[in-house]
């Protein structure tokens, strides 16, 4: 009762820290008098997605929630032969979160994914998922069986499909992307042919589907691997940002380590000089596991830790503090692996018409890593934007997806900016996103293809070195174009 009553104070205090941070610390941010704003703009013929500075026009935009079987896989034939005949394009998605209107076919014909049927087989701990799935509806029906997501994002928001879709990877160690754990999964080609796709049969298919962003079929379900849910409690290590790499090695080489991520420090003075190492193990007790929690309250203090950080660089150092020396204090109490990740995106969103949060991400050889920190301490500080977190996650090698942006043994570095909804704002995010690549990419590292569209096209070529032949492959079996969006559009089309 002592430790818990302990917990609960610090808790308080904690939470109390944070809200006066949020209401004294004032954002210092540059004024807006006479810049060009950007308003995105809305319809029933324009889709956007999570960056709110990708509004497309569209054909017409149709909601599909039929289980996976016959009256789905007709419904799905009967749009691509309509996209076929007027000569427009179709693209599947199912949150999009993306930040480039990678899932949104210009002029075309957009389909939602709105089902969330998962079934499981406990036997093989795996489970078999509508496409249209949400993480939050996998782990709520995962979490009573005692079975967690093998891999996914730290975020419960997107679509199963749309995971696999760009390949996207999580916190579990010593594990790939989210594709390294899909069995099969069922898939429509352009063709209007229902094929059977896994790392053995169709392997072709699969790969190129793997990180492929809808452009090679339409996925009807997915048969995917389940981890044990467990018990986990956390370790909390500080560091150079120097050496980050090799203690994060070592964690990831250490059997009894099933999750891990870090952090840097983001204040401008020594930007990215600091590291933070939180490790998750095991504990002894595996017996009646609580269900899969929410957001709770911490997590909204959190946010509004997280929000005062906007122009004010003493929030970013109470932050830092907060995660380094007062969170380890609150969090050495246990928690579950499917708590840790049911957490939506919206609990950091700041509501703010006038900003937008804008993500990028990299990836990195361990060998590397220092190239990376000078490459963002050059780059970055030195740019108009507001810089507000990264996280720093493993991803295996990745020998499958034709477009894999892990052809060895990498960190992420997922990154989170928010920028002003101005025509200097995105220029200046332009500007910086094509310096950051080309230092990443000169270093053998590569950056993420769902966010803004602000590299070139040389750039993409350098950090996906098969693109091009993807490009030719998915010619090959959509001789029409049929399946198309702003990413083939953009570049691969060019390719």
Same mark, same amino acid.
């Given at each position: 009762?002592?430790?818990?009553?302990?917990?609960?104070? $610090?808790?308080? $205090?904690?939470?109390?820290?944070?809200?006066?941070?949020?209401?004294?610390?004032?954002?210092?941010?540059?004024?807006?008098?006479?810049?060009? *704003?950007?308003?995105?703009?809305?319809?029933?013929?324009?889709?956007?997605?999570?960056?709110?500075?990708?509004?497309?026009?569209?054909?017409?935009?149709?909601?599909?929630?039929?289980?996976?079987?016959?009256?789905?896989?007709?419904?799905?034939?009967?749009?691509?032969?309509?996209?076929?005949?007027?000569?427009?394009?179709?693209?599947?998605?199912?949150?999009?979160?993306?930040?480039?209107?990678?899932?949104?076919?210009?002029?075309?014909?957009?389909?939602?994914?709105?089902?969330?049927?998962?079934?499981?087989?406990?036997?093989?701990?795996?489970?078999?998922?509508?496409?249209?799935?949400?993480?939050?509806?996998?782990?709520?029906?995962?979490?009573?069986?005692?079975?967690?997501?093998?891999?996914?994002?730290?975020?419960?928001?997107?679509?199963?499909?749309?995971?696999?879709?760009?390949?996207?990877?999580?916190?579990?160690?010593?594990?790939?992307?989210?594709?390294?754990?899909?069995?099969?999964?069922?898939?429509?080609?352009?063709?209007?042919?229902?094929?059977?796709?896994?790392?053995?049969?169709?392997?072709?298919?699969?790969?190129?589907?793997?990180?492929?962003?809808?452009?090679?079929?339409?996925?009807?379900? $997915?048969?995917?691997?389940?981890?044990?849910?467990?018990?986990?409690?956390?370790?909390?290590?500080?560091?150079?940002?120097?050496?980050?790499?090799?203690?994060?090695?070592?964690?990831?080489?250490?059997?009894?380590?099933?999750?891990?991520?870090?952090?840097?420090?983001?204040?401008?003075?020594?930007?990215?000089?600091?590291?933070?190492?939180?490790?998750?193990?095991?504990?002894?007790?595996?017996?009646?596991?609580?269900?899969?929690?929410?957001?709770?309250?911490?997590?909204?203090?959190?946010?509004?830790?997280?929000?005062?950080?906007?122009?004010?660089?003493?929030?970013?150092?109470?932050?830092?503090?907060?995660?380094?020396?007062?969170?380890?204090?609150?969090?050495?109490?246990?928690?579950?692996?499917?708590?840790?990740?049911?957490?939506?995106?919206?609990?950091?969103?700041?509501?703010?018409?006038?900003?937008?949060?804008?993500?990028?991400?990299?990836?990195?050889?361990?060998?590397?890593?220092?190239?990376?920190?000078?490459?963002?301490?050059?780059?970055? /500080?030195?740019?108009?934007?507001?810089?507000?977190?990264?996280?720093?996650?493993?991803?295996?090698?990745?020998?499958?997806? $034709?477009?894999?942006?892990?052809?060895? /043994?990498?960190?992420?570095?997922?990154?989170?900016?928010?920028?002003?909804?101005?025509?200097?704002?995105?220029?200046?995010?332009?500007?910086?996103?094509?310096?950051?690549?080309?230092?990443?990419?000169?270093?053998?590292?590569?950056?993420?293809? /769902?966010?803004?569209?602000?590299?070139?096209?040389?750039?993409?070529?350098?950090?996906?070195?098969?693109?091009?032949?993807?490009? *030719?492959?998915?010619?090959?079996?959509?001789?029409?174009?049929?399946?198309?969006?702003?990413?083939?559009?953009?570049?691969?089309?060019?390719?």
């Amino acid at each position: 009762m002592k430790t818990l009553a302990r917990r609960t104070f $610090l808790a308080g $205090l904690g939470g109390a820290a944070g809200w006066i941070a949020a209401q004294k610390l004032r954002p210092n941010l540059p004024v807006k008098d006479g810049t060009a *704003r950007i308003v995105p703009a809305s319809g029933p013929q324009i889709m956007n997605d999570a960056s709110e500075l990708s509004e497309t026009p569209v054909h017409k935009h149709i909601i599909l929630s039929q289980d996976p079987d016959t009256a789905l896989i007709d419904a799905i034939r009967k749009e691509l032969v309509e996209a076929k005949s007027a000569n427009r394009p179709l693209n599947v998605g199912a949150a999009r979160h993306s930040m480039g209107a990678q899932a949104i076919p210009r002029d075309g014909a957009a389909i939602t994914f709105d089902n969330g049927l998962v079934e499981i087989d406990s036997q093989a701990q795996t489970y078999r998922a509508h496409a249209g799935a949400r993480w939050s509806q996998v782990i709520a029906a995962l979490d009573p069986a005692g079975l967690s997501p093998m891999v996914m994002q730290s975020n419960n928001d997107f679509g199963i499909a749309a995971t696999f879709s760009v390949n996207a990877h999580g916190w579990p160690v010593p594990k790939g992307p989210m594709g390294s754990t899909v069995k099969s999964l069922r898939m429509i080609l352009p063709s209007g042919d229902l094929v059977t796709c896994s790392p053995t049969e169709n392997t072709d298919l699969f790969n190129l589907a793997m990180g492929g962003y809808g452009l090679i079929g339409v996925i009807i379900d $997915l048969d995917v691997e389940a981890a044990r849910n467990t018990r986990l409690v956390p370790s909390f290590e500080e560091m150079a940002a120097s050496d980050y790499a090799a203690a994060f090695q070592r964690a990831i080489d250490d059997p009894d380590v099933t999750m891990a991520y870090g952090r840097l420090n983001v204040e401008r003075t020594d930007f990215f000089t600091k590291a933070l190492l939180i490790t998750y193990r095991e504990t002894a007790d595996q017996d009646a596991l609580p269900a899969a929690s929410g957001s709770g309250w911490m997590s909204h203090v959190a946010s509004r830790i997280y929000r005062a950080q906007l122009g004010n660089e003493p929030a970013k150092s109470f932050r830092w503090w907060n995660e380094t020396t007062l969170g380890p204090m609150l969090g050495s109490g246990e928690t579950t692996r499917n708590a840790l990740i049911n957490e939506p995106v919206v609990t950091l969103d700041d509501g703010n018409t006038d900003r937008v949060d804008i993500l990028h991400e990299y990836f990195i050889g361990f060998d590397q890593f220092d190239a990376f920190l000078t490459a963002c301490r050059d780059v970055i /500080p030195a740019s108009y934007q507001e810089f507000l977190n990264v996280t720093l996650r493993y991803v295996a090698q990745d020998d499958q997806s $034709l477009l894999s942006y892990a052809s060895v /043994p990498r960190i992420a570095a997922v990154m989170s900016f928010s920028q002003e909804l101005t025509q200097r704002g995105e220029a200046d995010m332009a500007r910086m996103t094509q310096a950051l690549i080309d230092r990443i990419v000169a270093a053998g590292g590569a950056y993420y293809l /769902p966010y803004r569209p602000h590299a070139r096209l040389d750039q993409l070529s350098a950090a996906y070195p098969k693109a091009a032949q993807f490009a *030719r492959l998915k010619r090959e079996l959509d001789p029409d174009g049929l399946l198309r969006n702003n990413l083939w559009d953009s570049y691969l089309e060019h390719l």
